[in-house]
Every structure is written in C-alpha cells, then in structure tokens.
C-alpha cells in the first residue's frame, strides 16, 4: 500500500522534498531531494487514501481533527510545496465527480433568498469581535489590501485600498451620497466621510459588525452624516451619487447576479459611478472548494469574469474600468495568517484548538490558492454613463495623492475651483 501512495504522491511531488509517514515506522519520501524538507504523518492508511480521493474537503478535515499532521514545516508551507505542482489536476477520478457534482449543483448551493444570507453571514462574520481584532489591521478591513510597495505594512496596505477604490469612484466634490454594500466593521464608509466629506449609508447583515460600525461613527462625531444599517441590498432604496462594493460579491451567489447589478443600476444617479471589488477567478467557471463551503463560507462563491461580465450587460450598465489586483491578497492574507498564529494563544482563550486549526488551514489554504490556483482580485467600475468618468485612467494617480493629502489634513480630496 504505501508503495502505490508514494507513486501517486511521487506524481505530484517532482520537486523539493517531501517526507510521508503512514504509521509508526513506516515512510516514504518524495520529490528530488531539493530544498528544505517538510514532513507531514497520516493516522493511518485510510486517512492518507481519503485525502487523495477528496482533497478539497478531506485534507482540511484531517488537518482539523489531527489525523493529518505536519511535523516539520507548517500547513501553508505543505501547501505551497504541493500546489505549485498539481496545476488543477486532481490524483483519482473520484475526485473528479466530487468536484463535476458541486459544479452541477452550485446553484443550489448559491441560493441565497434573504434569510439564507443572513444565516450565511452570520456564520463567519458574527464571531466573537475579539477574533478578527488579533489579525487585521487596525481598521478592521476584511478584504484584499493594496500594496503599494513590496515593504508596506499591513495598515499601510489597507489604507492604500481605501485609497485606491475611492480613487475609483471620482469623489470629484464634498457631500456625495454614497452607498457601501457590505460595509463590514465599517472602516471604508468612515474613511470616505472623514477624507471625502460624503454623505454614506453603509449596509450588512451582520450584526456584530453592524454594532461596531455604528459605535465607530458615534465615537467620530460622524453621525447622521454616516449610517449603517442592518440591510438587504436588495431592500434599499433611494439614489446615490457613488455606490462601493467591497469583499461583499463573494456573498450575492450566481443564481443573483442579474438582481445585484439591476439592483446596482436602479439605485445609481443617472451621473453616478459604482466599483465592485472581490475576489474572482482567472480560469472557467467552477464550484466553491467544499471545505471553505462547509466551515467558512457557506453560500459562497468566486466568480469567473465571464459569468460577472454578461450579468452587467444585461443590467444596462456601462463598465468603465477593469483592474486585476493578482498577489495582493495571498500577501494580505500570508499577513494575517502569521498575525493570527503569533497570537495562537489568545484565540485558544476565544476557541478551542480544532477551531484554531480551522482557520489555519483557511488562511493558508486561501493564500495559496491565489499564489498557485489562479485566484485575483477584480475591481469592476461602473456607471450608467459613459461620461461619467474622465476619458483615461490618468485620473487616480492625481486622485490619489490629493487623498493622500486631505489624510494629513493638508487639502481637499477634489479639484476645487480654479485649480
């Protein structure tokens, strides 16, 4: 038996150096030899032959409940080494109908009527607030930073998405009305206040951050000028000047991405401007990796552009602007994984150890799948007019050094009179 696993391991392993062992006494070891070796143990022979058959869901699960282990290296390091290698190309045909099965029925995975979303929501974003104050930076953004340059922090990094995406949304004048869909812990919808001067209904459906968003714009004397609001996109109402999408559109589900932009186009001003920022795919369309489905993100899904793309054609809606953001999020989230684990022993106080383990291997399974499985970042402007942005991108740059300025106190984010 452990000869045929190391054939099959051998197919994915070429390169590095992987060490195997099955049971007591019993190993093997992969690969060329190359590089700093890791070593990882399976419970038994079933453990190892699950994992083969379904490594989507199966490896997670071992990984949680310790009966698949890493005795040198880390979980992310494992990954890396092996991901690099198999190009999409599971080792049994078993695991080809796992995965032909979730894509036939992704829609029904994705179903997500209001109730459902919020049960959804729930689920990952109303944990204990104290969890994701370990890892995030300090204003709590829960999505793709923008790293500017190769040494910027985390903060600076966030700071500088929120700078980009309001770059984006042309904040040309004081007192626009913006609408963030799934404003989070509500840091985009203050700083655009704050820096911009808008006017900003933010909405989620989650309550925890609905709590903390809300206490936030009190404790800045930003209120009534900020509001959040716990809210169904698709129960808002009224027009808006600028609407921002951020981290939220992994949440909508495919069977509603007609309703999310004709949503989006019904409450954009007729000179209005929207950007939609989230996570999507390089290749075709696919289904949710079932382990990210079953414990993290249920109702979730990272959308191949050419199913976003004829959803916003049908909408009425002008795209204006497309931007790839390609690493920075396996490096926001290398961040936040190395954050969460140098504080290991406080999320114990919080959780327990399978928890911890949990959210490892999400973390680690998540930044590498944007290192070697063909995972970006889309930011999709959008507009009801063509003319409602400048005729060339030439614009941000210049908008994003007044930002910069108006964060110091310095000047005013928009051209004012005269300039």
């Keep these: 038996m452990d000869r045929w696993f190391q054939r099959i391991l051998g197919r994915l392993v070429r390169t590095g150096t992987l060490r195997v062992s099955t049971a007591p006494g019993r190993s093997f070891e992969v690969g060329d030899g190359t590089g700093e070796p890791i070593e990882i143990s399976f419970k038994s022979s079933f453990t190892l032959l699950s994992?083969?058959?379904?490594?989507?869901?199966?490896?997670?699960?071992?990984?949680?409940?310790?009966?698949?282990?890493?005795?040198r290296g880390s979980i992310a390091d494992f990954l890396d080494l092996v991901l690099s290698q198999v190009h999409n190309r599971p080792p049994f045909a078993v695991a080809l109908l796992i995965n032909g099965y979730h894509y036939v029925i992704r829609r029904l995975e994705q179903y997500n009527p209001r109730a459902r979303a919020k049960r959804n929501v729930a689920h990952h974003y109303d944990l204990d607030g104290r969890l994701y104050s370990l890892f995030l930076d300090a204003d709590k953004q829960y999505s793709c930073a923008y790293f500017e340059r190769p040494d910027s922090t985390l903060d600076d990094a966030q700071l500088a998405k929120k700078r980009h995406v309001a770059a984006k949304l042309v904040m040309d004048r004081p007192?626009?009305?913006?609408?963030?869909?799934?404003?989070?812990?509500?840091?985009?919808g203050l700083y655009l206040a704050e820096v911009t001067g808008a006017r900003v209904r933010g909405v989620t459906l989650s309550e925890e951050q609905l709590a903390t968003a809300t206490n936030r714009a009190a404790e800045k004397g930003l209120q009534p000028r900020v509001q959040f609001r716990l809210e169904d996109y698709r129960d808002v109402d009224g027009?808006?000047?600028?609407?921002?999408?951020?981290?939220?559109?992994?949440h909508v589900g495919v069977s509603h991405y007609d309703q999310f932009f004709r949503k989006l186009r019904d409450l954009l001003d007729d000179n209005g401007v929207a950007l939609v920022h989230a996570i999507g795919r390089?290749?075709?369309?696919?289904?949710?990796?079932?382990?990210?489905?079953?414990?993290i993100f249920p109702g979730g899904y990272i959308?191949?552009?050419?199913?976003?793309?004829?959803?916003?054609?049908?909408?009425?809606?002008?795209?204006?602007?497309?931007?790839?953001?390609?690493?920075?999020?396996a490096e926001t989230l290398k961040a936040w994984r190395e954050r969460f684990l140098a504080r290991r022993e406080e999320v114990l106080r919080l959780y327990d150890e399978r928890f911890l383990r949990m959210w490892e291997f999400y973390l680690?399974?998540?930044?590498?799948?944007?290192?070697?499985?063909?995972?970006?970042?889309?930011?999709?402007?959008?507009?009801?007019?063509?003319?409602?942005?400048?005729?060339?991108?030439?614009?941000?740059?210049p908008a994003e050094e007044r930002l910069r300025l108006a964060e110091r106190g310095q000047r005013a984010p928009f051209r004012l009179a005269g300039e």
């Design 239 to 250: 027009k808006f000047d600028r609407i921002i999408s951020v981290g939220m559109f992994e």
């Design 175 to 188: 007192g626009l009305s913006v609408l963030d869909i799934g404003s989070g812990w509500g840091g985009l």
């Design 303 to 329: 959308p191949a552009l050419s199913e976003v793309l004829p959803a916003v054609q049908r909408s009425g809606l002008v795209v204006t602007d497309v931007e790839v953001l390609r690493l920075h999020y």
């Design 364 to 397: 680690a399974s998540s930044e590498m799948a944007f290192r070697h499985r063909g995972l970006m970042v889309f930011q999709i402007q959008l507009a009801r007019r063509q003319e409602a942005v400048p005729l060339t991108r030439d614009y941000i740059g």
């Design 51 to 71: 994992v083969l058959a379904n490594p989507e869901l199966k490896l997670g699960e071992s990984f949680m409940d310790g009966s698949f282990r890493v005795e």
């Design 282 to 295: 390089s290749g075709p369309p696919t289904s949710t990796a079932t382990f990210i489905s079953k414990y």
